[in-house]
């Protein structure tokens, strides 16, 4: 095995970025469904809804669209790209030391 996996921030800084997937493919997950018109009585829709309504706590009302399609979209949306963008960007500084 070479040095480079053996380093512990080398390692954090690939569970960084896995963590950041799984939230970002969460809430795409929520936007699909959503989209899709998926039966909200399910228990897995509602459980995709309850997780990514948590993950998007702080942005799934900024929008103020009519189209409440439009707000799911650019609220879940924005949450999923800025955890993909910040959980990158550390992983990758991570990595770097």
Do not use: K
Request: glycine content about 8%; cysteine-free; hydrophobic content about 55%.
């Amino acid at each position: 095995m070479s040095p480079r996996y053996r380093n512990g921030t080398n390692q954090a800084g690939t569970v960084v970025a896995i963590v950041a997937d799984v939230m970002a493919f969460v809430l795409g997950l929520w936007i699909a469904m959503y989209l899709l018109d998926a039966n909200r009585a399910n228990d897995l829709v509602q459980f995709v809804h309850d997780v990514a309504a948590w993950l998007a706590g702080w942005s799934h009302d900024l929008f103020t669209f009519d189209d409440a399609w439009a707000r799911v979209v650019a609220g879940y949306g924005l949450a999923a790209v800025v955890y993909l963008f910040v959980g990158h960007a550390v992983a990758n500084r991570l990595h770097r030391h």
